[in-house]
């Protein structure tokens, strides 16, 4: 792939100014809230302290002068994640979409307390691509995406993705894109590229690992294929099933490919996990809030059971459209406000980062009939549909995958 010598200057000087602008910018707080559990009765939940406004830098004021009506600002919460995913361009590419310069660029507006991201962070998945190529792409995630936010003191908690190290496997078993695994597990265990987390158990990463971050439990998975393997399980329920965990305030899974299928291109079975139900059961027993996932490029503020699924937007290449939704795909990111005395904890404001709108709920459907079952809208509940749309899931699907 050939890329223009104007071009790779512009990203090359883009990127140098958000490092610059995030660094001098962000009066982000680098260690964990002190927040205390709303089921403890001794003492009120102490609240973190809005920062106090800070000086845009010009490139970052342009993005918000940018928006109709002035770019919205949500009310604080206990604490603040801003959530991307799916940044990577064409395969093999060491350049980025303007979505994700301008999305990093626009942190310091938010002032979040960390990055989470669900994966597709550079443009793999080609076994074409050289060991020099796959490192000149985490090269390019590093410029324009990691050390910003490193320099920021910004915690990154991240899942791999598809595209950043999959693990399809052959018929032996082996995996198909072991080089691309390599590369990836070389380039986020050299020290200079430590996300700034506060690990739990690094047990395999960054392909399987936990931290924590203000009360919350963290756990990513490598969800960069359709099956996790049993060993991997295993661990994954011992880690939910630990003092550690079960003590946190609130518990979130990060993972790249969803439970349940959302999105046109995405609708068949190897573009979810395998066993959707039974590993939503695992998530349920041990009370997990949420499940944040990406791959199906669309954004879908969903539940099922007891589990919020949150199916995030892109902001790479590619956007899709929802299952039977007429409305054009849109590239978006999410910021995740947690209350801890709220029932509902978490609350979402996500923006379309072509127009910078808000997304809103009322705006998407009410519940999606993808090929293993269906996924209500978290401010729905299946009592609340209509018997003509609990009928439209039933004849699709049958009865068993439409219980919600």
């Known amino acids: 792939m050939r890329f223009s010598l104007p071009s790779i200057l512009l990203n090359g000087l883009f990127g140098l100014c958000i490092t610059l602008g995030l660094h001098a910018c962000l009066p982000f707080v680098t260690a964990p809230n002190t927040v205390t559990s709303p089921d403890t009765a001794s003492a009120p939940a102490a609240l973190v302290q809005p920062s106090p406004p800070v000086k845009l830098l010009a490139e970052t004021q342009a993005i918000v002068d940018r928006s109709q009506g002035g770019l919205f600002d949500p009310p604080r ?11 990577n361009d064409v395969y093999g590419s060491t350049t980025y979409p303007k979505e994700v310069i301008e999305g990093v660029a626009l942190l310091p507006f938010w002032q979040p307390d960390m990055v989470l991201c669900s994966g597709d962070m550079v443009a793999g998945q080609d076994p074409t691509l050289s060991p020099e190529r796959l490192r000149a ?21 991240f899942t791999v993705g598809n595209h950043d190290a999959s693990s399809a496997r052959g018929v032996k078993a082996n995996f198909l894109f072991q080089r691309e695994r390599d590369v990836a597990s070389e380039y986020w265990k050299d020290p200079r590229h430590d996300p700034g987390v506060q690990f739990i158990d690094r047990y395999e990463f960054p392909f399987y690992y936990t931290f924590e971050y203000g009360g919350i439990f963290f756990l990513a998975w490598d969800g960069s294929s359709d099956y996790i393997p049993p060993e991997k ?41 395998r066993d959707a139900d039974q590993m939503r059961a695992m998530l349920e027993k041990y009370r997990v809030h949420t499940y944040i996932s990406g791959h199906h490029h669309a954004y879908y503020p969903a539940h099922r059971g007891k589990l919020q699924l949150l199916h995030m937007g892109i902001l790479g290449s590619g956007p899709r459209p929802l299952i039977d939704f007429p409305q054009p795909p ?21 923006f379309d980062m072509r127009s910078l ?33 609990k009928s439209t899931c039933i004849n699709r699907l049958g009865t068993s995958k439409c219980t919600a």
């Open 77 to 87: 919460g206990d604490l603040r994640f801003v959530v991307i995913s799916d940044l």
């Open 137 to 157: 792409m985490w090269a390019a995630f590093d410029q324009y995406v990691a050390k910003p936010l490193r320099d920021a003191k910004l915690p990154y908690g």
């Open 357 to 389: 709108k808000q997304i809103k709920n009322e705006e998407l459907p009410r519940f999606l009939t993808g090929h293993n079952g269906v996924v209500l809208r978290r401010d729905v509940e299946w009592s609340q549909l209509s018997e003509a749309e």
């Open 233 to 273: 399980l295993a661990w994954i329920e011992q880690a939910l099933a630990s003092e550690k965990a079960q003590s946190a305030k609130a518990r979130i899974i990060l993972g790249h490919l969803p439970l349940y299928a959302v999105a046109v291109g995405r609708n068949e079975p190897a573009e979810v996990l």
């Open 330 to 350: 849109r590239k978006a990111m999410t910021i995740i406000d947690v209350r801890f005395d709220s029932p509902e904890l978490t609350t979402y404001t996500t």
